[in-house]
């Protein structure tokens, strides 16, 4: 996937600048950068829920704005921030939404759609909370959910728009293993935003700093986080060491200007 002279503009202020990116398949690539750089609205415009200005997102070197909707749906899932449950939905029937791309008009769910269903709830531990209504579930499980209805699509691509975000630390990492096994055993492309930088060094291959909608940095954590590009990044001083052969973020009060 590749991102070409982007711009994007809400009204007249622009939010994303020129942005050249490619995200190389197979890996895990982790957006980073301060509140308002503009990885969500990133993020939107490679679900094609927003239209860029100028440039183009290109997959399999086409243009994803020329690219039909339920096409582009078989090739890459996207699980935004902030999804609600309502009403009395169990666990299988929302994952099984992920087939929609699939249907055709008035068919139901033949034994292909069954098999996507059920591996997706296996590869997310669900399998035993399956019958369960999904407003009963924890917000890890949840998170477990729509993640499960993004694997029943049966994509090569995965994006994930801050998958740990309202989840305690424990459900944070177990999100994240879980992110990191169907990278190595599903085979599947991860692109996903997060905000904890040591997570970010810990799982990802690849990690890619926006600044003010323009990509700063992009490359092996080892070798981007540094304590300029963390700076220029977040505004504030933090302290990169080193533990365990990798680079950690340390911070603890911050003598910012508020
Ligand atoms: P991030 O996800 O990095 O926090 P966003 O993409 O959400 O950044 O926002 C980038 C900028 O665009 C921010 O300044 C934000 O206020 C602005 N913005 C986001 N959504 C809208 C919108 N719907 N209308 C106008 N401005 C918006």
């Known amino acids: 996937m590749e991102i070409k002279n982007l711009t994007f503009a809400y009204g ?9 990116l490619k995200f190389t398949p197979g890996k895990i690539t982790s957006l980073l950068g301060s509140n308002g750089s503009g990885k969500t609205t990133l993020f939107q415009i490679l679900s094609k829920g927003l239209k860029p200005k100028r440039g183009a997102v290109f997959y399999d070197k086409k243009n ?11 090739q890459v899932a996207i699980v935004h921030q902030q999804n609600r449950v309502t009403g009395d939905m169990t666990v299988r029937q929302l994952v099984s939404f992920g ?5 055709k008009m008035m068919s139901r769910y033949d034994n292909r759609d069954n098999e996507a269903i059920d591996n997706a709830l296996e590869a997310m531990s669900l399998k035993e909370l ?6 009963n579930l924890s917000g890890g499980q949840r998170q477990r959910v729509w993640i499960a209805m993004a694997l ?3 994509t090569p691509w ?13 459900y944070q990492y177990d999100i994240l293993e879980l992110i990191k096994k169907l990278n ?17 060094i ?19 954590p080892e070798k981007v986080v540094t304590k300029e590009h963390m700076h220029t990044l977040f505004g504030v001083d933090l302290e990169v060491e080193r533990y365990e052969d990798r680079p950690i973020v340390l911070h603890r009060r911050c003598l910012c200007e508020v």
Do not use: C, W
């Open 152 to 154: 029943a699509q049966e």
């Open 202 to 220: 810990d799982y990802s291959d690849e990690i890619v700093g926006l600044y003010q909608g323009k990509v700063l940095f992009q490359g092996e």
């Open 130 to 135: 399956s019958s369960t209504p999904a407003v």
């Open 64 to 74: 994803i704005h020329s690219i039909k909707p339920k096409e582009y749906a078989k």
């Open 99 to 103: 087939r929609t791309p699939y249907m």
């Open 12 to 20: 007249r202020r622009p939010v994303l600048k020129e942005l050249n």
């Open 158 to 170: 995965l994006l994930l728009d801050e998958p740990t975000t309202y989840l305690d630390i424990r």
């Open 184 to 200: 190595d055993q599903y085979d599947k492309t991860v692109v996903m935003i997060l905000h904890d930088v040591n997570q970010a």
